[in-house]
Each structure stands twice: as structure tokens, then as C-alpha cells.
């Protein structure tokens, strides 16, 4: 057992022991690991771990960005073999949330919408297996999980396949004839010269004629084997579909500091992925998976693979592998999650939504989301009223834009938008949620609130008020005043798990609510 020591920007120590879960760590956290063994490489979340220099000698340095949760620590070899897993949990800053709050922040996500959990930061956390849901890091964390499983259940298949009888008739010289059939015996009857064959009279000239005999033979291409070869290149082609898609979201990526970089974790992700593929191509060159006519799934092959616990096991991980879905309450997987600010964010998006369906509850909401999860529109209609509630709606310039929302500046993406139509009354409000508490930080982040106010055009209507949504009161108090958002129209409101919902539909009632 390989035990590590780390310590914090106050040389507090941790000790991490393999396979048990340390706690004590947070976010925009400083941690140092002095005692790594020699010639091991330490990888959290898949990337690697820098040396600096430091005045007791280099060290490992790790500084955990914006997000909360789990963390997946590997120490290995420089031949690449893991020598120990440990786990870290990172707690949110105290500052903002307690981990408490933080933890109810989730659950709420999770009861309304698991998808806006999803991310790619370091954290992750516990996930179901229902629903239709998928993303890049969900194929990648299913394929990580179940990798080794899948390829010793599809190895066994391939020790001890099933195989089906064949006949087939086959002619044959007459004198290889060791067992003959019926319905041979009486074929050979009609040849003219089978009496004096099986006569045997002297002086014949003729050769015997060859028999047509049944033959029978063991076989591979079964229906079971045809399903369990489509898992197998499903499997495979899932991994070159992951890789590709991940090389193009680390291209991609915008340099946000706010994000931690996929592109410093991709490659021990991408090498993972290059050797279970390779792995995967050399079990279809065997048997059972490379004598069969076609890979395919259907009912007959379900049954047989039903009826064999080794068939059945290699499909259970082959499916368990390629399944989507996050919902459900057994959450016994875990995926990456969004950064702190970001969770924050989308929980603030399902407060609107529940709060403005409460102020209009006549209406027939439906939920129209953009092929990311970003981007999430909740629509209410009835006769004469419209209510939407945007996440992420992109404002394009006045010249791009073809939808009525625009900017007559730069292009914007509030957060949250909230706009109604009622008769000929109609009524925008834009939110900013920003994880921010401190004076000078929700100082800075009005910035956003007053461009928004300024720039943003709903068929040339300015917005009635534009808000910031943080977690916690006293950072501006004066901003906070109602008073001071009907005069200036923009200020500050305070959005907090630990808030009944009174207060935020008073203020959507104030803004956007019927007369």
C-alpha cells in the first residue's frame, strides 16, 4: 500500500491513503505533495502533476480550480502502470456556499434536469443510468468504467464460444462412404449403375458414381455470436468517435480561466482510448466475433445470449459501456461536473423557471434544448400570453440577427432571460448569476449589468431591468435596494439555497409578472 502525505498552503497535512476518499480540500486550494516515490508520475484527473520549486526543495504542486467534488488521483509507473487510485474531496469555498448548501444546490439540478450537472472539470459526481442524455465525457467515463470487465467477459466468450450443428450435403467419392441417409440412398438408387456397384458384378467398367451424403459440421455464426460481434464493433467505434470528438473539444475550448483546460487531460485520456481500441481490434480478429457472416442484433440471439451467463455478462458490460442517461435515483456512477460558478448559474436558471411557472400557472410550458446543453429554453403559451425563460440566449449584433433579440453593440450571452407577451404588454428581464460575494467582486461583475441594460434590444425595447443573481448578501448592500433597481433599473438580488421562494417571485411579479 503506497500511502501519500500533501500538504496546504498552512502545512496541514493529508494523508491519502489508496482507494479511501480524503476530504479537507477546496476549491482555489494551494496543495503540495513532498513525499512522491522516485520514478512514479502523479495524475489528478487525468493530468499531470508540475514540479515546482519551493523553499524545502521541488515538489508536486496541485491548485484545484473552480469546481467541488471528487477527485480521481492516480500514482504510476513511467511504463504507465497504475500503482494506486486515491480520491479527494473538494469542498466548495466557504466564502460562498457551504458544502452543505452546495451539496442541496445539486439535488435540486438533479431533481429538475441532470443534465445541467454535466461539465468537464476534475469533480465528479455521482450520476444515474436512465434517459436518453449524452455527452463526449459521459461516452469516455462509461467506456473508462467498464473497460477491463468488458474485454475479460468478451475474452472468455472467445475461450469457450458457442457453436451451432450444420448440415449440408456434400458429394463425395463412393468408396469415402461411411454412413449414408434415406434420402442419399435413394438419389444413388436412380444412377443406372448403383446396382452393380452395390452388386460389386466383375468386369464393371464404369467408376462408381459419387454419393451425395449429409454432412455435419460445429459452427460459429449463431445469432448469439452475430450480437455479441455488433457490441464489439459498437465498442469500437464508440472509442474512435470519444477520441475524435475529444481532440476537437480541446481545440476548441475557449481560454477561460474560470474553466479548467480539457486540453491538459486529454492525453492520458486519449492514450487509455488508443490501447482499450487496440485491444478491441485484436479480440475481432478471434473467434467467435470474426466467423460471423454479419454482426446484428435480433430477438433469437437475445434469447440464446440470455440463456449462457458467460454471453450474457459480455452483453450486460458491452451495453453498460455505450448506455446514455444520468437520471435515476441508484446513482452508482460518477461523471464530471460544471464548474462551481457554473452550478450555480444553472441552479438560479431552475429557480426562474419554477418561479415564473408559479406566477403564470395557466399556462402549457414545454422545454426546447439546443443540440448542447448549454443553451435550454422553458416555454409557457396560452390564448393572447407568451412567457419564455431563456439559459445562455445569444444576442447577435443588430445586423445578424434574425430573431428580434439583439445588440447593438458586440454580441452578449446573458445568463438568463426571462421575457412575456401579454395582449400587447410585452416585458424582458435579463439575470447575471455571478458566484460572488466580496465588494470588489460584485463590483466588477456589475459591469455585465450595465451593458446588458445598455446593448441588449428585444425588437428594439430595452430590458425593464437587468440583475445580478449572487449567493450572498452585504457585498453592496446599497444594490441590493429595491428602490435602487425602479430607479436605475439594474442592481443586485440576492438568489441563496437557504432562501424560500417568496423573494424571487416578488421580484419576477415586479418585472415580468402579470398585471
Known sequence: MTALICL?????????????????????????FP???????????????????????????????????????????????????????VAPDEGKLGSDVFQGMLDDLYAFDPALVL???AAQSAIGVTGD??????????????????????????????????????????????????????????HPDAG?????????????PPMEVMHSYEHLDNPAN??????????????????????????????????????SRIGRKLMFLNAFSARLRSLATRDPYAAVARAEIDASGLTAISANPTYARAYRLGWAALRPGVD???????????????????????????????????????????????IVRHVGTCEGTRVEV????????????????SSVSLQLKPDIVVTTEIAADKRMLVLDAKYRTSRKNVLHAMRSAHVYQDALRWNGQRPDCSLLLVPRAGGAPWLEDVAFHASHRTGVHVLSPDQGPDELQEMLRRWVGPA
Open 8 to 32: 496546504d498552503q498552512s502545512g496541514v497535512e493529508f494523508h491519502l491513503v489508496p482507494g479511501a476518499v480524503c476530504g479537507g480540500f477546496r476549491e482555489r486550494g494551494v496543495y503540495q
Open 390 to 405: 431563456l439559459l445562455q440566449r445569444t444576442f447577435s449584433t443588430a445586423e445578424q440577427s434574425t430573431s428580434g433579440m
Open 119 to 121: 461539465g468537464t472539470e
Open 196 to 208: 452393380a456397384v452395390l452388386r460389386r458384378q466383375p468386369g464393371l467398367d464404369a467408376c462408381p
Open 226 to 263: 452475430r450480437a455479441l460481434a455488433r457490441s464489439l464493433a459498437a465498442l469500437r467505434l464508440r472509442c474512435s468517435n470519444v477520441e475524435e470528438a475529444l481532440r476537437r473539444i480541446a481545440q476548441q475550448e475557449d481560454a477561460e480561466g474560470a474553466r479548467t483546460p480539457l486540453a
Open 35 to 89: 513525499a512522491v516515490p522516485a520514478n512514479a508520475l502523479l495524475y489528478i484527473d487525468e493530468a499531470l502533476l508540475d514540479t515546482v520549486s519551493t523553499s524545502s526543495g521541488p515538489m508536486l504542486q496541485w491548485c484545484p480550480g473552480f469546481y467541488a467534488g471528487q477527485v480521481s488521483v492516480e500514482l504510476v509507473d513511467r511504463a504507465g502502470h497504475r500503482l494506486a487510485t486515491y480520491h479527494l474531496d
Open 133 to 190: 442524455l449524452t455527452t463526449v465525457l459521459l461516452q469516455y467515463a462509461r467506456l473508462r468504467r467498464h473497460a477491463d470487465a468488458a474485454l475479460a467477459a468478451f475474452t472468455a466468450v472467445a475461450e469457450r464460444p458457442l457453436t451451432r450443428l450444420r448440415h449440408e450435403r456434400r458429394r463425395i467419392p463412393f468408396h469415402q462412404v461411411k454412413r449414408i441417409d434415406p434420402t442419399s440412398a435413394r438419389r444413388m438408387m436412380r
Open 328 to 374: 435515476g435515483p441508484d446513482r452508482d456512477e460518477s461523471l464530471w461536473m460544471s464548474p462551481t460558478w457554473e452550478i450555480y448559474e444553472r441552479w438560479c436558471f431552475v429557480q426562474v423557471v419554477q418561479a415564473v411557472r408559479a406566477l403564470f400557472p395557466g399556462l402549457t410550458w414545454t422545454c426546447k434544448r439546443s443540440a448542447t446543453v448549454d
